[in-house]
């Protein structure tokens, strides 16, 4: 005999209901908190982007094509947290250990100048770890390097229209 999926209670019969956007099998007593969904609509799955009521219209489905196909031809992609982290060059211990060694300093001395333990010093340069943004940071400001790979067209690009340093003034020319 099944179980309701909310109070546990065996039935000789569920009905499939929604609540709070689950589909879910309950028994009469727990269907009342939320809305029955019919069988046969759940089952197809293009009903996940698209209501009956909308269906049965022309206009609305129409906007709604005509607004996702809009907005994917406008932009290229919508911007997400990755967008904001940078990619680490694949050779980025080499530059690391080339850089320190051009400069005749030890890894001690190296850590011991970036206020940093030299096993994290070691482990970068053996490729074992990544480096922490802070750390990466400091690396290219005392070995003057750069550690992220590809950065140049792709942030100069996002970065331009949200870049502190330009003003209006810069941009507008004055009419006096």
């Known amino acids: ?66 607004a996702s196909s809009g907005s994917g031809g406008s932009t290229r992609r919508r911007r997400d947290m990755f967008d904001d982290m940078d990619e680490i060059a694949t050779d980025y211990d080499d530059r690391i250990r080339q850089a320190r060694e051009n400069r005749g300093m030890s890894q001690e001395d190296l850590a011991q100048s970036l206020n940093e333990k030299a096993s994290l010093i070691r482990k970068l340069e053996r490729g074992d770890i990544l480096p922490p943004d802070t750390v990466r940071k400091k690396l290219e400001r005392k070995l003057e390097i750069t550690l992220v790979e590809g950065a140049d067209d792709d942030d100069e690009e996002w970065s331009s229209g949200s870049s502190t340093t330009t003003t209006l003034g810069d941009v507008v020319k004055r009419k006096d």
């Open 1 to 66: 005999m099944p179980q309701c999926e909310m109070c546990g209670k065996e039935r000789p019969s569920l009905t499939t209901v929604k609540v709070e956007g689950a589909e879910l099998e309950l028994c009469d007593d727990c269907s009342q908190f939320g809305t029955e969904v019919r069988t046969e609509s759940s089952s197809s799955s293009s009903t996940k982007y698209s209501t009956s009521s909308s269906s049965g219209k022309s206009s609305g489905s129409s906007s709604a094509s005509s």
